[in-house]
């Protein structure tokens, strides 16, 4: 049983202990009201745009944000002149929205303010070089990253080692500041390193995988009568990646060969055996007409399809230059012309259409008319003919017909000056001769215009 004094005593200990606990309490009701109240008027814990504005005011927050930037421990560059200046009015549309936020836990908001065009033209045209010289100014202080690499070295891949530095990642840093400059208030890039893709990598590894599949690619070249296979791996035996993940090859191989095959090909400057109308093989010297292979785009290209790894054929026809690609000799269609007998015969798709009479220029001098391959450079009528005679004097000739074959001048037209028993009449060439064009009979010309093109053949020989 508990004695009187017992009881006494502990009666008298609990109005004191209702009092600490009400005190108590209190204390913490008056904390939390004078929290809230607090809270009411400040942010809580909180950043915007990265910035930490845990327990300001609308106007406070505002001005930290126009006024801070964005450089953790150095580990940020800080584009000068970049800061757009926050709305605040932005800044207190958060703050209307922070009762949704944990009391304890840092919550991380962005407020933006709308970039123009006129500053971001600034940011990229202005501001981007002068970041991009500041990355190449820190990156000469330091160690530059070298990846390793896979090489092509007389047709084995080897893998060189790379070295691992401390040099900045200067295409992700620049990729970050355009991103940035779209809409962040202030540009603060952060400074990345070059990562280092060791032998042992996966980059490695694929990057071996992507060399075997362009080892592997087949260009296909197709020529008038045949086409020719290139499998890489058996025409390229040296090489190395480029930046763009492609790779650049010694192109010896393929350049020797186009080469080759050019001087069988190509036909222009060469000389062409013809059968004569009187049944006789003659070979006319080379002239203007024929074709040849432009060896540099045709190497190129080849090339560049071999190391994209793209699967491609390709046309000769795109890189032959001249007339006649394809043609053997004289063909089908063209004019021979026969300076000794004065005549000039027209084939057309194999047949003899017609012939006729003409008069040349003289067989040596200054108006002699050349004998060659060349081609009709174009058709014109009712056209002036202008030049020089011997004797120093100029002529001006109308003519109703014209194809010129020569750079200097020389060509088919009538010519209805000439008396009509000159043409085809060798013996009155010394007299009548032409400044080394070819005069046909005005009443001919139409048939020779009708039956010939721009870029035929005409075969002059004697």
């Known amino acids: ?3 009187r004094k017992e009881k006494y005593k502990k009666d008298k200990k609990s109005p004191r202990l209702k009092r600490i606990l009400i005190g108590i309490l209190l204390v913490i009701l008056g904390g939390f009201i004078g929290s809230h109240i607090y809270f009411q008027n400040h942010f809580k814990f909180a950043k915007i745009n990265d910035i930490s504005v845990s327990g300001l005011t609308v106007a406070q927050a505002t001005k930290k944000l126009n006024n801070s930037h964005i450089d953790e421990d150095g580990n940020y560059l800080v584009v000068k002149d970049s800061r757009i200046k926050v709305n605040s009015s932005d800044v207190k549309q958060l703050f209307k929205n922070r009762n949704s936020m944990s009391m304890v836990a840092v919550k991380n908001m962005s407020v933006k303010s709308d970039v123009s065009a006129k500053q971001r033209a600034y940011r990229l045209n202005v501001l981007l070089p002068k970041f991009e010289q500041r990355i190449d100014q820190i990156n000469r202080t330091r160690v530059k990253t070298t990846d390793s690499k896979v090489l092509l070295k007389n047709g084995k891949m080897v893998v060189k080692a790379g070295k691992a530095g401390n040099s900045l990642d200067k295409n992700k840093m620049i990729a970050a500041f355009k991103n940035q400059a779209k809409n962040n208030l202030l540009i603060s890039v952060k400074m990345t390193k070059d990562t280092y893709a060791t032998p ?19 260009v296909t070249l197709a020529t008038y009568n045949k086409t020719y296979q290139f499998k890489a791996k058996n025409w390229v035996a040296n090489g190395y990646p480029t930046e763009n993940g492609d790779y650049k090859f010694d192109s010896t191989k393929i350049k020797s060969w186009v080469a080759k095959f050019a001087n069988k090909v190509d036909t222009l400057g060469k000389s062409v055996k013809i059968t004569t109308h009187q049944g006789t093989k003659v070979k006319v010297p080379g002239g ?12 190129k290209n080849v090339m ?22 394809g043609v053997k000799g004289a063909g089908k269609t063209y004019v021979a012309i026969d300076l000794k007998n004065l005549k000039e015969y027209i084939y057309y798709n194999g047949q003899l259409i017609t012939t006729v009479p003409v008069m040349s220029g003289t067989i040596t001098g200054g108006n002699k ?4 391959a060349y081609y009709i450079m174009y058709k014109q009528r009712n056209t002036t003919l202008k030049g020089k005679n011997d004797n120093g004097s100029k002529y001006a000739s109308k003519v109703s017909y014209w194809e010129p074959l020569t750079n200097s001048g ?3 037209h009538d010519s209805p000056w000439q008396p009509a028993s000159v043409y085809g009449n060798p013996s009155a060439r010394a007299q009548y001769h032409s400044h080394g064009c ?8 139409p048939t020779v215009w009708k039956y010939t093109q721009t870029n035929e053949p005409v075969f002059i020989y004697y």
């Open 410 to 412: 020389v060509g088919m």
């Open 304 to 325: 560049k399809n071999l190391q994209n790894g793209r699967k491609a054929t390709m046309k000769l026809s795109h890189y032959a230059l001249g007339t006649g690609y």
């Open 200 to 218: 042992n990598s996966t980059a490695i590894a694929n990057q071996k995988k992507h060399l075997q599949k362009i080892l592997d690619n087949t």
């Open 438 to 445: 070819l005069n046909n009979p005005p009443s001919r010309m």
């Open 1 to 3: 049983m508990i004695s």
């Open 288 to 299: 203007t007409y024929g074709w040849r292979v432009n060896q540099k785009a045709l190497t």
């Open 369 to 372: 008319t050349p004998q060659g």
